[in-house]
């Protein structure tokens, strides 16, 4: 009830605030008083280690209110016997609209010295005192149509406190309390939220440091919990943490997970589990859940990705920027001697865009992330850099790209097949933008050298994009770009740090004379040709890329792209000038349109 000045008033409201005879309880009750609620002020008048009861205290708070004009009561009940909290309430004002459930004691102990009555009196005044005094109210605040409940939680028992095994419990457990009592009072209009104060109070006196304990006045936390107490607010299962003229929303929040073995049938080991704990324990997109239905819907989710045999998925997420697309753009040749290379390159440039290609590199991160992919799905297979090669790619573009942004890419292996001399491990990435809309697909072919023989099928599964042989004819056009023999150690800055592609040594082990281009490198100069020749540079014309990488580059090569049109398909192949051997086979981009011309 407001007033006509946008007071927030409480006139014909019943207030029962437990613990009120001092602290935050009385603040509490003062408050609720001044703005014209009726109010039961309940205090045992026990010590704050809940040692005897008096009178005093809830009577000079009452006193305190009626001399204000407001209209008090006092009750001196245990809260454990709720009952005769609330009756109290009934008899004076025949009603209970709001119960702040405040009172509590303390006896703090380490863990060791704690005696089971210390256990069960500090459990049985916070947590069964607010059970018993909320089930009490629950009835008649249901048959009215109106409760407002406050449970009080503490940081101790959010993250623990020293010496308070006894107090953290129950504070934890009043999180819990509050939980359900929201859900179970929500039909009618029955709301429970949860106050984590942190207050200078005879319980804290002591515990916090001096200049702390002086600026935690807990009537700075009584305007919080009388708004949250208040018919217009109409928060319900909320935790509000306030302390000093400040307060928060505090949300319980749930990591991504990990899915712990590959199918249904396959058990859950505890290697596997040690392998996927950083995915296990990863927070970075953690999520609140509002409801058990959101938490068990998950696992509805992971049942079914079982199912398909699709538990193996790995996932991670792919930050770009302006710097990420201009350094790619460089690591593949553009170049600002080309008018057209500028909107590639400055990110001020009005067309400012990614050279599409740019977009293989969340599921090349992804991968090189983790050993999970390539490795896993071969058998006995130790896979390293030393006998990994790119074989093929395949890249789309499903809608439209940004200049920057976070992608979620999730990957799983797709095919795997026994070439003889090798194994090709094919994986399909596909990249999200934040609001889970599918932006790119990516299908990479990793050739394990040495890897084959082990009795694997030779041919690939529907669904592994295939090559197309170029046309037999002349190519339709070509283009030659001079790669530079820092090509690799500039391509490399955009992520693929693989070593075969710098370090002599790594290359020699490989079984390379000297470190070779990285193929993604050189599909992407081939890209570029093809945007240039067919598309005027206009890399929203871009759809697809299908590339197989045939044979090495070395740095400093000189690569001829040669092309084929067939409607907005452009066949491809890529060979280096100087020795005539095709590096990148049976490739082609597909273009949006047919616009596309010679
Ligand atoms: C975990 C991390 C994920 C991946 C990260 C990648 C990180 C990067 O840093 C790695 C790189 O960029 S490496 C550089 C780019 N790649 C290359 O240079 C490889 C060039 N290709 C070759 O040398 C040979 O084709 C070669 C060696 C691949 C194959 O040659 P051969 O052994 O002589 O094979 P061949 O006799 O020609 O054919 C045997 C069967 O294999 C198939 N095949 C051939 N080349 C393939 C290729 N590139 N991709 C996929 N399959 C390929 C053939 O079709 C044949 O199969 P079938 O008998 O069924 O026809």
Redesign the pocket.
């Known amino acids: 009830m407001s007033s006509s000045n946008g007071k927030l008033r409480y006139d014909g409201r019943v207030a029962v605030v437990t613990g009120a005879g001092a602290g935050l309880g009385r603040e509490y009750a003062l408050l609720f008083a001044e703005r014209g609620a009726k109010v039961v002020v309940n205090d045992l008048g026990g010590t704050h280690s809940g040692e005897g009861a008096s009178q005093r205290a809830a009577d000079i708070v009452v006193e305190e209110i009626r001399k204000a004009g407001g209209e008090a009561v006092a009750d001196y009940n245990s809260v454990i016997d709720g009952a005769k909290v609330i009756e109290t309430a009934i008899n004076a004002f025949g009603r209970v609209d709001i119960l702040v459930n405040n009172a509590g004691i303390l006896r703090d102990k380490s863990l060791i010295k704690t005696s089971e009555q210390d256990w069960n009196l500090v459990n049985d005044v916070h947590l069964k005192g607010s059970f018993k005094c909320t089930q009490a109210a629950f009835p008649y605040m249901k048959k009215q149509n109106y409760g407002r409940i406050i449970m009080t939680s503490s940081n101790s028992g959010i993250y623990g406190n020293f010496g308070q095994a006894n107090y953290s419990a129950a504070k934890m457990g009043l999180v819990g309390l509050a939980n359900t009592v929201a859900i179970e009072g929500a039909r009618n209009n029955v709301l429970c939220n949860v106050i984590v104060p942190t207050a200078a109070s005879r319980m804290t006196e002591g515990i916090l440091p001096d200049i702390l304990f002086n600026e935690l006045k807990p009537k700075l936390i009584a305007p919080v919990v009388a708004y949250l107490c208040h018919e217009s607010c109409e928060d319900n299962g909320s935790y509000i943490e306030s302390a000093a003229g400040w307060a928060t929303k505090v949300h319980i929040v749930r990591g991504q997970g990990a899915v712990l073995r590959p199918s249904l049938d396959d058990p859950v080991t505890i290697e596997y589990v040690k392998d996927v704990w950083s995915k296990v324990t990863d927070m970075s997109r953690a999520k609140h859940l509002g409801a058990i239905g959101e938490a068990s819907g998950t696992l509805l989710e992971v049942l079914e990705k079982l199912k398909e045999g699709g538990g193996d998925a790995v996932e991670d997420t792919f930050e770009f920027d302006s710097n990420a697309l201009i350094t790619y753009a460089l690591g593949i040749g553009a170049s600002i001697k080309n008018d057209k290379d500028m909107r590639f390159l400055y990110e001020n440039d009005t067309d400012f865009a990614a050279i599409p290609s740019f977009f293989v590199m969340p599921g090349?991160m992804l991968?090189?992330s983790t050993?999970k992919?390539?490795?896993k799905a071969l058998p006995n297979s130790q896979?390293d850099?030393t006998n990994?090669?790119?074989?093929?790619q395949y890249l789309e573009i499903v809608d439209d790209l940004p200049t920057s942004g976070t992608l979620l890419t999730s990957g799983k292996v797709f095919d795997v097949?026994d070439?003889?001399?090798?194994a090709?491990v094919v994986?399909n990435c596909d990249s999200f933008d934040e609001s889970g809309r599918l932006l790119v697909r990516n299908q990479?072919?990793?050739?394990v050298?040495g890897a084959g023989k082990f009795g694997g099928k030779?041919?690939p599964i529907a669904g592994v994009v295939p090559l197309q042989p170029a046309p037999n004819r002349q190519p339709d056009a070509f283009v030659q770009y001079v790669t530079s023999e820092d090509q690799a150690a500039l391509y490399r800055l955009s992520g693929?740090r693989?070593p075969?592609?710098i370090d002599p040594q790594m290359a020699l082990m490989a079984g390379f004379k000297t470190p070779?281009?990285?193929?993604?490198?050189?599909m992407g100069f081939s890209v570029r040709a093809v945007l240039a020749q067919f598309a005027d540079n206009n890399p929203a014309l871009f759809k697809a890329v299908k590339v197989?990488?045939?044979?090495?580059?070395i740095p400093g090569q000189s690569l001829r792209v040669d092309m084929w049109k067939q409607g907005t398909r452009i066949n491809f192949r890529t060979v280096v000038v100087e020795t005539g051997k095709e590096?990148i086979s049976g490739a082609y981009v597909d273009l949006k349109s047919s616009q596309a011309k010679l």
Do not use: Y
């Not at 990994?388 to 093929?392: A, F, N, Q, S, V």
């Open positions: 090349l991968q090189m050993d992919l390539v490795s896979v850099f990994i090669l790119h074989g093929e097949m070439k003889g001399s090798g090709v994986t990479s072919s990793t050739f050298v030779k041919e693929d693989n075969l592609h070779i281009l990285q193929g993604l490198c050189t197989r990488f045939s044979g090495p580059v590096v």
